[in-house]
């Protein structure tokens, strides 16, 4: 029994042993873990993005005005850099506007009144996580050092957000990521090695023709998973779909989407040889792609450097996109460049599956 | 087990650095110059090919013989495109291997030494995949795979998944695959390996009748009975190296004993077996287990007189038989080992074209 165990034993380790490429992935996960899961999750709110303005019919700022704009300026988290970066605005209205279309986090309304019976006015993007109840404290902070006691009468713009409302959202998007990695690319893969490759090699089939094949059935699974998710989230998390204009503008994303994720996977796959290092790939892709996504913890939390994957990220963009349909009922004018974004870059993964595919057997 | 040869007129001129064959149908639909292909491994190089130059006649069954890793694969996927030469070159049909792979591909059928059926699909399903990646029209489709089932008696078997067949009935899809859509020249790597006798028989049969619709077959094998069953023309090889390349009675010629004559006689008489000696034809007489084994060149000529001599000694011959030397025997004399692979120490030295 040992001889046979020792065998078995030999025979996996000296397999484990000849394939380094693993080894490294297998040590670089955790790693990576560490280093983007910490950061992505734990890392502090800040330059938060507020309006303040003062109400109309004001001849001068009154000094409530100005001491807590200063004050808000000067507000920072311990050791970092400020919380706030505040714009003052002159119009009401417009800066109303700027919140809908996601410019900014807040508008801070303030009486123009001397009075401290007037309440300041507190407009909050409450699809955002964590960052209205950060807007609230520190507006009481800046009010109380001013010395005021005002009232602060806070308007949640999207109603009541909850966690599972903001973090479901991300979850439609992991779907989409899931089903690429074990479709997609990997069938890619299982054809060279069971050796299937070399019977269509030898026909006069495209490239080209092989790795769009592989996008589009990849794209359209990918699309069904993230949108039986997208069912589900309405069932479980309650969110509301406001017309029927959104929900097809939410299919539209999730397709672009899923094109997105798939034509990358299976650009990836074109040069793999095994299951094994693409499944390490994958996995690798998966977390940095979806822990920088904004899925779980705004983006705005991320140290500065995590924040730059965000601009090459898919993910961040499809989440953008279904938050402003799902949450906050945007249309298309605030999502243009999230669509945009994810198009430019299915297009980059496609040309780049396309001339790496290898079209010869070594 | 005379095949009829294929309608040799000369071969065309070889000019230097002949770059797209010139003439509207060449007599050679496949020509290899100086191809060598060295696969680079971490330590040391391992040439697969090694500047092999030949010809392969329209329309002929051609046979690539040699033992496991001679480099047989290699040849043919260098020729189907899936490798590029290290150097050297290739016509394949007017097409040069690596300027015109995809118009190669359009012209030939491969099936591979390993299957690449995919046997999650039914045969249907595989043969109507492989059907629109090769470009067969749509109408004419579905009336092709039947026609090709039919051929391959899996008539009944078309909507069962592949990995429900057995090795037979995989490689005889496979192969039919290959031919959807009428390929002017069809690959075949190994076609029979692994398969038992009734198979490869009927495997053989349809290359056969393959054949007779006018298309090159290429097909490699380490098993000689189905080169020279199948072959009009083969050529040997060794350790990446072309051998010898002839038809199968060019072939059984080289060697120098000719044909074995085997006559059954109780007894023998020395007066008989010295005057058999003397014949010019005969190389060597042997008798031993109430047998005289004679190797004769031209041994149909040299029996009468044979018989002859044995009756002038009055000696009863129980049998006589007489066969030339196989492919086999062929191989042996070259290159000193036997096709599947094993050494005989007793093997005649190897012939001039062998390299050191």
Redesign the interface.
Same mark, same amino acid.
């Given at each position: 029994m040992i001889k046979g165990a020792v065998a078995i034993f030999k025979r996996d380790f000296k397999k484990f042993l000849s394939n380094p490429f693993v080894i490294l992935m297998t040590m670089f996960m955790p790693i990576m873990y560490l280093i983007i899961f910490g950061n992505a999750m734990g890392g502090t709110i800040t330059h938060v993005p507020i309006a303040v303005v003062q109400e109309e019919s004001f001849s001068t700022s009154t000094p409530l005005f100005v001491s807590a704009v200063d004050m808000l300026k000067v507000l920072a988290q311990r050791d970092n850099p400020r919380m706030f970066d505040v714009k003052v605005y002159t119009d009401e209205a417009k800066a109303k506007r700027d919140l809908n279309n996601g410019i900014v986090k807040a508008v801070v309304v303030f009486p123009s009144t001397v009075s401290s019976s007037d309440a300041v006015r507190l407009y909050v993007d409450s699809s955002e996580y964590m960052i209205p109840s950060l807007v609230q404290s520190g507006v009481q902070m800046a009010l109380m050092s001013s010395g005021a006691n005002n009232r602060v009468e806070i308007n949640k713009i999207y109603g009541d957000i909850k966690y599972i409302q903001f973090f479901g959202v991300g979850v439609i998007v992991m779907a989409i990521f899931m089903s690429t990695m074990m479709g997609g690319g990997i069938a890619l893969i299982k054809d060279r090695e069971m #050796? %299937? %490759? /070399? #019977?269509? =090699? @030898? !026909?006069? @089939?495209?490239r080209s023709s092989i790795i769009l094949g592989m996008i589009g059935s990849g794209t359209i699974r990918a699309f069904l998973a993230g949108f039986i998710i997208f069912i589900v989230d309405i069932l479980i998390t309650g969110i509301i779909i406001q017309s029927a204009e959104d929900f097809l503008l939410v299919l539209v994303v999730l397709f672009i989407t899923s094109l997105g994720v798939t034509s990358l996977m299976v650009s990836a796959a074109s040069r793999f040889a095994n299951q094994q290092e693409y499944a390490a790939v994958a996995a690798f892709f998966s977390l940095i792609l979806f822990m920088t996504s904004g899925a779980f913890y705004p983006v705005v939390g991320m140290p500065d450097w995590l924040r730059w994957i965000t601009i090459i990220n898919p993910e961040y963009y499809a989440v953008d996109a279904l938050r402003s349909i799902i949450l906050r009922g945007q249309g298309l004018g605030v999502i243009g460049m999230d669509l945009l974004a994810l198009l430019l870059f299915s297009t980059g993964a496609i040309i780049l599956g396309i001339t790496t595919f290898r079209? !010869? =057997? /070594? | 087990m005379e095949r009829r040869n294929s309608p040799c007129l000369e071969d065309p001129p070889h000019g230097d650095g002949q770059t797209t064959g010139s003439r509207n149908i060449p007599d050679n639909i496949i020509r290899i110059d100086h191809l060598t292909k060295i696969f680079g491994g971490r330590t040391k190089n391992v040439t697969a090919v090694n500047d092999v130059s030949f010809e392969v006649k329209r329309g002929e069954i051609f046979g690539l013989l040699g033992p496991n890793g001679a480099g047989k694969s290699t040849l043919i996927r260098i020729l189907t495109t899936l490798m590029e030469p290290t150097s050297g070159t290739a016509f394949v049909d007017r097409y040069e291997i690596t300027r015109f792979p995809e118009k190669i591909r359009s012209i030939i059928g491969v099936c591979p030494q390993n299957s690449t059926l995919d046997i999650e699909l039914t045969a249907y399903d595989n043969l109507e995949f492989y059907g629109k990646l090769v470009n067969v029209p749509g109408s004419e489709l579905d009336t092709r795979i039947w026609q090709l089932l039919r051929m391959t008696d899996l008539e009944d078997r078309a909507r069962m998944r592949v990995e429900t067949f057995s090795g037979g009935m995989r490689r005889k899809l496979e192969i039919v695959r290959a031919f959807i859509h009428h390929p002017l020249i069809l690959f075949l790597d190994e076609p029979t390996i692994g398969l038992d006798p009734e198979a490869r028989r009927e495997v053989w049969q349809q290359i056969s009748t393959l054949n007779e619709e006018k298309t090159t077959i290429i097909l490699t094998t380490h098993y000689m009975d189905e080169a020279e069953k199948l072959c009009n023309r083969i050529a040997f090889v060794d350790k990446g190296r072309l051998i010898s390349l002839d038809t199968t009675d060019n072939l059984r010629k080289l060697i120098p004993a000719g044909d074995l004559i085997e006559i059954g006689a109780d007894l023998m008489n020395n007066g008989a077996l010295a005057e058999l000696h003397e014949n010019s034809l005969i190389t060597s007489v042997d008798f031993r287990d109430r047998k005289v084994f004679i190797s004769a060149k031209n041994g149909s000529r040299v029996l009468p007189a044979i018989v002859a001599v044995l009756e002038k000694y009055s000696i009863t011959m129980t049998s006589i038989s007489i066969r030339p030397p196989t492919i086999e025997d062929v191989f042996i004399y070259l290159t000193g080992k036997k096709l599947d692979g094993g050494g005989i120490s007793n093997a005649k030295p190897a012939a001039g074209e062998r390299s050191p």
């Amino acid at each position: 029994m040992i001889k046979g165990a020792v065998a078995i034993f030999k025979r996996d380790f000296k397999k484990f042993l000849s394939n380094p490429f693993v080894i490294l992935m297998t040590m670089f996960m955790p790693i990576m873990y560490l280093i983007i899961f910490g950061n992505a999750m734990g890392g502090t709110i800040t330059h938060v993005p507020i309006a303040v303005v003062q109400e109309e019919s004001f001849s001068t700022s009154t000094p409530l005005f100005v001491s807590a704009v200063d004050m808000l300026k000067v507000l920072a988290q311990r050791d970092n850099p400020r919380m706030f970066d505040v714009k003052v605005y002159t119009d009401e209205a417009k800066a109303k506007r700027d919140l809908n279309n996601g410019i900014v986090k807040a508008v801070v309304v303030f009486p123009s009144t001397v009075s401290s019976s007037d309440a300041v006015r507190l407009y909050v993007d409450s699809s955002e996580y964590m960052i209205p109840s950060l807007v609230q404290s520190g507006v009481q902070m800046a009010l109380m050092s001013s010395g005021a006691n005002n009232r602060v009468e806070i308007n949640k713009i999207y109603g009541d957000i909850k966690y599972i409302q903001f973090f479901g959202v991300g979850v439609i998007v992991m779907a989409i990521f899931m089903s690429t990695m074990m479709g997609g690319g990997i069938a890619l893969i299982k054809d060279r090695e069971m #050796g %299937i %490759i /070399e #019977g269509y =090699l @030898v !026909t006069p @089939v495209k490239r080209s023709s092989i790795i769009l094949g592989m996008i589009g059935s990849g794209t359209i699974r990918a699309f069904l998973a993230g949108f039986i998710i997208f069912i589900v989230d309405i069932l479980i998390t309650g969110i509301i779909i406001q017309s029927a204009e959104d929900f097809l503008l939410v299919l539209v994303v999730l397709f672009i989407t899923s094109l997105g994720v798939t034509s990358l996977m299976v650009s990836a796959a074109s040069r793999f040889a095994n299951q094994q290092e693409y499944a390490a790939v994958a996995a690798f892709f998966s977390l940095i792609l979806f822990m920088t996504s904004g899925a779980f913890y705004p983006v705005v939390g991320m140290p500065d450097w995590l924040r730059w994957i965000t601009i090459i990220n898919p993910e961040y963009y499809a989440v953008d996109a279904l938050r402003s349909i799902i949450l906050r009922g945007q249309g298309l004018g605030v999502i243009g460049m999230d669509l945009l974004a994810l198009l430019l870059f299915s297009t980059g993964a496609i040309i780049l599956g396309i001339t790496t595919f290898r079209r !010869t =057997l /070594e | 087990m005379e095949r009829r040869n294929s309608p040799c007129l000369e071969d065309p001129p070889h000019g230097d650095g002949q770059t797209t064959g010139s003439r509207n149908i060449p007599d050679n639909i496949i020509r290899i110059d100086h191809l060598t292909k060295i696969f680079g491994g971490r330590t040391k190089n391992v040439t697969a090919v090694n500047d092999v130059s030949f010809e392969v006649k329209r329309g002929e069954i051609f046979g690539l013989l040699g033992p496991n890793g001679a480099g047989k694969s290699t040849l043919i996927r260098i020729l189907t495109t899936l490798m590029e030469p290290t150097s050297g070159t290739a016509f394949v049909d007017r097409y040069e291997i690596t300027r015109f792979p995809e118009k190669i591909r359009s012209i030939i059928g491969v099936c591979p030494q390993n299957s690449t059926l995919d046997i999650e699909l039914t045969a249907y399903d595989n043969l109507e995949f492989y059907g629109k990646l090769v470009n067969v029209p749509g109408s004419e489709l579905d009336t092709r795979i039947w026609q090709l089932l039919r051929m391959t008696d899996l008539e009944d078997r078309a909507r069962m998944r592949v990995e429900t067949f057995s090795g037979g009935m995989r490689r005889k899809l496979e192969i039919v695959r290959a031919f959807i859509h009428h390929p002017l020249i069809l690959f075949l790597d190994e076609p029979t390996i692994g398969l038992d006798p009734e198979a490869r028989r009927e495997v053989w049969q349809q290359i056969s009748t393959l054949n007779e619709e006018k298309t090159t077959i290429i097909l490699t094998t380490h098993y000689m009975d189905e080169a020279e069953k199948l072959c009009n023309r083969i050529a040997f090889v060794d350790k990446g190296r072309l051998i010898s390349l002839d038809t199968t009675d060019n072939l059984r010629k080289l060697i120098p004993a000719g044909d074995l004559i085997e006559i059954g006689a109780d007894l023998m008489n020395n007066g008989a077996l010295a005057e058999l000696h003397e014949n010019s034809l005969i190389t060597s007489v042997d008798f031993r287990d109430r047998k005289v084994f004679i190797s004769a060149k031209n041994g149909s000529r040299v029996l009468p007189a044979i018989v002859a001599v044995l009756e002038k000694y009055s000696i009863t011959m129980t049998s006589i038989s007489i066969r030339p030397p196989t492919i086999e025997d062929v191989f042996i004399y070259l290159t000193g080992k036997k096709l599947d692979g094993g050494g005989i120490s007793n093997a005649k030295p190897a012939a001039g074209e062998r390299s050191p």
